[in-house]
């Protein structure tokens, strides 16, 4: 069984920065593509990023490009989610996700993914 625990939340102003972690145990880490999705209160879960494997495959929704970085350590089992330039409308909980399918193209959709993390709260203030 997989187990995903995040870290890195807080309260931060506009324009600071946050740095998400991670923490996999159980499965096979290497394998999975990883993936990074917000709630917000009253709407649904939304994609925020995703890396493969090999973390040469990356793919961000348009709403954090260039402000958001991925990236995974295998040997550490983590993966990392910095976030510059915040915005009050980045203000969520954010989960890690775990995709185990050898997919031929990155899962962008949180029904693709097959574990998750309890989440940790990011509030932005203006």
């Known amino acids: 069984q997989v187990q995903l625990v995040e870290s890195g939340g807080g309260l931060v102003q506009a324009g600071g920065s946050l740095r998400l972690s991670c923490a996999a145990s159980?499965?096979?880490?290497?394998?999975?593509?990883m993936g990074w999705f917000r709630q917000a209160p009253g709407k649904e879960r939304e994609f925020v990023a995703a890396?493969?494997?090999?973390?040469?495959?990356?793919y961000y929704v348009d709403s954090v490009k260039g402000r958001f970085t991925i990236s995974r350590d295998n040997a550490a089992n983590a993966v990392f989610l910095q976030m510059n330039s915040l915005k009050p409308e980045d203000t969520a909980v954010y989960y890690c996700?775990?995709?185990?399918?050898?997919?031929?193209?990155?899962?962008?959709?949180?029904?693709?993914?097959?574990?998750w993390g309890q989440g940790t709260q990011v509030t932005v203030s203006s």
């Open positions: 159980g499965g096979s880490f290497r394998r999975y593509t």
């Open positions: 890396i493969r494997w090999s973390g040469v495959t990356l």
């Open positions: 996700a775990a995709d185990s399918g050898q997919k031929p193209t990155i899962a962008k959709n949180a029904h693709e993914y097959d574990y």
